[in-house]
C-alpha cells in the first residue's frame, strides 16, 4: 500500500511557515502532495503556502499552536473538511529555550519547550491516528522531527535536548501502535540545516571542552529530499530513523 501522489496524496507539515518546515513543504509539494501548511504565524505560512502553488499543488493554510488541544483538533478538522483524508503529517513544529546554565533556566522557558516539542508533538500524532485510522483506505505515514540532539546534547541545551529524547519514544510507540492499522511511524534526526539557527554554528558555537567553533552547515533542501525519500515509501516498509547531517559536523566521536 502506497500513497498515490498523482492522485493528490495529502501532507501536513507542522512548523511550515520557516526553516525546515517550509523546505520540507515544497519538496513535498514537488513530489506531487498538496500541502496544510501549520504553525503560528499567518503570513510566513501562506509565504509557503504560495510557493507550492506555484508548483501546482494545492496549499491549505491552518494558523496552529501545537500546544494547545483545541488549536489541534480545529486543525485536523480542517484537514477533514478540506480534503477528506490524511496521507503525511510531517511533524515538525519545535521550539528551543535560552542557551543558559543548567540551574539558571526558567521554569517557564523549560515549560514552553515541552509544550511544543513534546505535547505538540503527541498531540499532532493523536490527531493524525485517529483520522488515518477512520479514514478509506485507510492508513498514512508519520515522520517525526527528532534532531542529532535526540542522541546527544549540546552545552546548555537541557530542555531541548529532553524533549527530543522523549521524542523518540514517541516515535518508537507510535510506530508500534500504528502496525495495525497501516499508520508508518519514523523518525528524521537533523543537523546543522541551513535555518536562522545554524547561522550561529557557521560563526561560532560553543563546544563541550568550552571553545567556541563554527561548524559545518548542510543546505535545507537536502533535508526536504531525506524527508521525500521517507514520505515516497510504500506503507508496508519504513524507515524507523533516519540521522541526516552536514557531514564535517563534530557528532561522531567528540568533535
Known amino acids: 500500500m502506497s ?6 496524496a495529502i501532507a501536513l507539515v507542522t512548523g511550515a511557515g520557516s526553516g525546515i518546515g517550509r523546505a520540507a513543504a515544497l519538496a513535498l509539494a514537488g513530489a506531487g502532495f498538496a ?13 509557503t503556502a504560495q510557493a507550492v502553488r506555484a508548483l501546482g499543488r494545492a496549499a491549505l493554510v491552518v494558523p496552529t499552536d501545537v500546544s494547545d488541544p483545541a488549536s489541534v483538533d480545529a486543525l485536523f478538522a480542517q484537514v477533514g473538511r478540506a480534503f477528506g483524508r490524511l496521507d503525511l503529517l510531517f511533524n515538525n513544529a519545535g521550539a528551543g529555550a535560552p542557551p543558559v546554565a543548567l540551574e539558571d533556566l526558567a521554569f517557564e522557558d523549560w515549560r514552553r519547550v515541552v509544550g511544543v516539542n513534546l505535547d ?15 479514514q478509506t483506505p485507510r492508513g498514512g505515514r508519520i515522520i517525526n522531527n527528532g534532531s542529532i540532539s535526540a542522541h546527544t546534547p549540546r552545552p546548555n541545551s537541557i530542555a531541548y535536548t ?7 519514544g514517541l516515535t518508537k510507540t507510535a510506530a508500534l501502535d500504528g502496525r495495525a492499522h497501516d499508520i508508518a511511524v519514523g523518525q528524521i534526526d537533523i543537523g546543522n540545516a ?3 539557527m545554524a547561522e550561529k554554528m557557521k560563526a561560532g558555537i560553543l ?22 525519500a521517507m514520505a515516497k515509501l510504500p506503507l508496508e516498509t519504513n524507515v524507523l530513523f533516519m ?13
Do not use: N, Y
Not at 505538540?120 to 477512520?134: I, S, Y
Open 207 to 228: 563546544q563541550p571542552d568550552g571553545s567556541v567553533r563554527p561548524e559545518a552547515t548542510m543546505p535545507l533542501d537536502h533535508v526536504g529530499q531525506a524527508v521525500v
Open 194 to 196: 541551513e535555518s536562522q
Open 120 to 134: 505538540g508533538m503527541f498531540l499532532c500524532l493523536q490527531g493524525a491516528f485517529r483520522m488515518m485510522k477512520a
Open 35 to 47: 500541502i496544510v501548511a501549520a504553525g503560528r504565524r499567518r503570513e510566513p505560512l501562506e509565504e
Open 243 to 255: 540521522t541526516i547531517k552536514a557531514t564535517k559536523m563534530p557528532f561522531e566521536g567528540r568533535g
Open 162 to 168: 529532553a524533549t527530543k529524547h522523549a521524542v523518540t
Open 3 to 8: 500513497a498515490d501522489t498523482g492522485a493528490g
